[in-house]
Every structure is written in C-alpha cells, then in structure tokens.
C-alpha cells in the first residue's frame, strides 16, 4: 500500500527500542514510485520526543526511501536549500503515516556544498543504551558513507532543479484544490 500524490500523511519516526522520536501533524504526498515517497511539510506541526511542539515556518521537501538508510529533507530558506538527512531506516507506511526509526547521525549540507556530519557522539551512546545490533550498526556506517558520497556528488535529490520542481508541483497542487 502506498500513498497518492496529494494525500496528507502524519510521520513518524521512532528510536530503536521502541520509542516515539518526533511527529509531523502533516505532510502532503508529491510523489511515489517503488523507491520513495516524496513529500512536503510546510506550516505544520511537530512534536519532539519530549513533548516540545514547534511550528514549521518554511517549506522542506522530504523524500523518504523504502530501500534506504537514510531521508532527505531539503528546507527552502532565503539563502538557500539547506539539506539536512537522518539516517535512518527504511520506511514503511501503513496507510496513515510514513514510519522510520531514527539512527541518530545527521548529515547536513550548506548552499554552498559544505557538509557536516552530525550527532556520532549520540550514535555511539545509543549503541550501547539501546543495544544496537552489530548489523544495524555496519548498515548505517555504509549507509552514511553512501549518503555522503551522493550528497558530494550532488546526486538525486541534492539538486536545487530538483527541489524547486517539487515546490513548484506543490504549489500547483494547493491551486488545484481551491
């Protein structure tokens, strides 16, 4: 089962043992095919794990994978698309919500092509308070190398072209309705 362009989606991403990470109150499906789902928050909300609730002021183009180990977001800001990638899971999604777990590093990447790789300190604390699997471990390892090496190369979905094109589609999406 698989959203529909212009379905609205909660998201949910979760920690290994189990726990609620964070939640968007929304997202409105862009695209789907057998490898992803593309989608955009803007204007929603978002609930941490601690119960802060904050308001997205910006539009961020999501494009979550169901064969990868890690999401893209692309926030379209004044001075640029920032890209800021979770490793994580691959996603499921049950009819309601797109699902993931959290594997704590963080990639993110600067309009001007710098990336920072972020948070090991909390991956490596995790391993061993939620008893990450040697695999687990050696998949996101590969996959944040993987990540990296497309976010450099400035691959699917690091295009501005791309990014812009999905706003643009998501804009005519919100004309359509009225």
Not at 26 to 53: F, G, H, Q
Not at 59 to 74: E, K, T
Not at 112 to 141: A, C, T, W
Not at 148 to 158: D, G, I, L
């Amino acid at each position: 089962m698989k959203p529909k362009v212009g379905d609205v989606v909660y998201v949910q991403t979760y920690k290994h043992d189990g726990s609620i990470h964070r939640t968007w109150s929304s997202a409105t499906v862009l695209d789907v095919d057998a490898s992803k789902i593309v989608a955009i928050t803007y204007k929603t909300w978002v609930v941490e794990s601690n119960n802060r609730k904050w308001f997205t002021r910006e539009p961020a183009i999501l494009f979550y994978y169901f064969d990868r180990w890690y999401n893209v977001m692309a926030m379209i800001r004044k001075r640029g698309i920032y890209y800021y990638c979770n490793l994580a899971s691959p996603i499921i999604y049950d009819g309601e919500a797109i699902k993931n777990i959290d594997y704590d590093l963080d990639v993110k990447m600067y309009p001007d092509g710098n990336i920072v790789l972020l948070d090991e300190d909390e991956f490596s604390r995790h391993q061993n308070q939620m008893h990450y699997p040697k695999d687990i471990i050696h998949i996101v390892e590969t996959e944040k190398d993987r990540l990296m090496n497309v976010a450099m190369a400035k691959e699917y979905p690091f295009k501005d072209k791309v990014i812009n094109g999905y706003f643009e589609k998501y804009l005519n999406l919100d004309n359509e309705a009225e």
